[in-house]
């Protein structure tokens, strides 16, 4: 088989490693890729919202699957493009997309199928929403409506600040036409859990569970970054939680997506609070988790590409999802100053000690190879993933191996998984 990965970050390196264990697998291509994926994936120079010319050089490749990782190109219709091609690819299209794409469709979503999530109202008149705001009680949450980068969202301490935050995004548009719409939602609080999950349209199958960091700095200060590590899984997560999301949330919308006529195929991502009052969806995402991926497919027993055909398929009930019974660390290396200002084009030295060690992995964020040596290319550079009998060895190992790799401006947190210590 000819597999196309679309994307180019850690997350589709961890999809291309996993993609690369399949036996049915003779070649990867990757669009665009970075220095890492190109150790198991020819990488092609075309941007992951060039649907056209995707496709076209999946005809020209006679590629037999195409995986999609990032939220860009999924909620822009990739997936449409592709099967009007007759090309097989993996994601959902840009009507089941929107489960991501637009937060006010998603609270509506839930609301309307008793889906547990924290109140809210959606505005799309700033006026409206700040006399909403102006009765409220504090802490409040708002919700840029479409894709952010993970930065649409505001925690907002006092009416003051959220009345600077309606500012923010609906009339200054620092989020662009995402801002449009406004969703003003409860502050909740409790432990954070990340569920992936492989969806066929009707059957849901979950991973194994994981938790981000999303903080820039230690003990969770300084600003939000698209994830500075990860483990997996999380202790948090007991049995009666998954129970509880097994019955009320997980399959549901599954039910939802379908009775609303967006039925959904790929990855739903269930970002769940574990709150006083037992679990809620605090968001959903329509594809893998960048770096929960980093920690769950290094886990993950069963062949993906046979999990993947199964979504498209339609048989996902008949694959037995399996995953070892051990743990995953992933201590992501970014550049000093990320998530604002930073450098880039450093070398990066050590690489090749992940080689030499089975239970280690470094999947490449933002890296390139400038001719001569691999270099820094973004804020998140390197995911450094290690296994473990259980999270303080995972944590101890990955840690250990963050010293493997140099490259000036080097920067991580020294607490990822620290949580784990209280459970
Ligand atoms: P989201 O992109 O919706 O996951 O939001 C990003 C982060 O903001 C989440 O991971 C939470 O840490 C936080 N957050 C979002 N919604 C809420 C909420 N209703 N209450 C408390 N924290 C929230
Ligand atoms: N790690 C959070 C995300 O992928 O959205």
Redesign the pocket.
């Known amino acids: 088989m000819k597999v196309l990965i679309v994307g180019g970050g850690g997350r589709e390196h961890a999809i291309a490693w996993k993609v690369a264990q399949s036996e049915k697998v003779e070649k990867i291509y990757c669009a665009p890729g970075n220095a890492g994926i190109a150790e198991y994936a020819e990488c092609v120079n075309i941007g992951a919202m060039e649907f056209e010319k995707l496709a076209a050089f999946a005809k020209e490749k006679e590629i037999d699957l195409t995986v999609v990782g990032m939220d860009d190109p999924l909620v822009g219709g990739i997936v449409d493009v592709f099967q009007a091609e007759g090309l097989r690819v993996f994601g959902p299209n840009k009507a089941a997309a929107i489960l991501e794409g637009s937060?006010a469709f998603s609270k509506d979503l839930m609301k309307k199928y008793n889906i547990p999530?924290?109140a809210?109202e959606n505005f799309d008149n700033a006026e409206e929403a700040l006399a909403y705001l102006e009765t409220a009680k504090f802490?409040i949450?708002l919700?840029a409506d479409g894709l952010a980068l993970?930065k649409?969202?505001l925690?907002c301490n006092t009416l003051e600040e959220a009345k600077e935050g309606v500012r923010t995004i609906m009339l200054d548009k620092q989020f662009g036409e995402s801002g449009n719409t406004m969703v003003v939602?409860?502050?909740?609080?409790g432990r954070?859990v990340s569920v992936l999950t492989f969806v066929d349209g009707k059957t849901i199958k979950t991973m194994t569970s994981a938790q981000?960091h999303?903080r820039a700095k230690d003990g969770d200060q300084g600003l939000?970054t698209g994830g500075m590590g990860t483990f997996s899984p999380s202790p948090f997560y007991t049995k009666e939680v998954e129970d509880f999301c097994e019955k009320y949330i997980y399959q549901a919308t599954v039910d939802a997506m379908r009775a609303e006529g967006r039925t959904f195929k790929g990855i739903i991502f269930f970002?769940l609070?574990l709150t006083e009052d037992g679990p809620?969806v605090?968001?959903y995402?329509a594809r893998f988790g960048d770096p929960e991926t980093q920690v769950v497919l290094p886990r993950m027993k069963t062949d993906i590409v046979d999990v993947f055909e199964a979504c498209i398929d339609g048989t996902l009930d008949q694959v037995d999802l399996e995953f070892e019974d051990n743990a995953a660390v992933c201590v992501v290396l970014a550049s000093a100053g990320y998530p604002e200002k930073y450098e880039k084009g450093f070398p990066i030295a050590g690489l090749e000690e992940f080689k030499k060690h089975d239970g280690y992995y470094c999947f490449h964020a933002g890296t390139k190879f400038d001719g001569e040596n691999i270099v820094t290319n973004g804020g998140r550079v390197l995911g450094v993933t290690a296994k473990g009998a259980d999270l303080k060895e995972a944590r101890a190992n990955a840690y250990a191996a963050t010293e493997w790799i140099q490259f000036e401006n080097k920067y991580k947190r020294n607490d990822i998984g620290k949580a784990i210590d209280e459970a």
């Open positions: 937060k999530t924290a809210y802490p949450v919700k993970g649409g969202v925690i939602e409860e502050f909740m609080t954070e981000d999303k939000n970002g609070m809620k605090l968001e995402n």
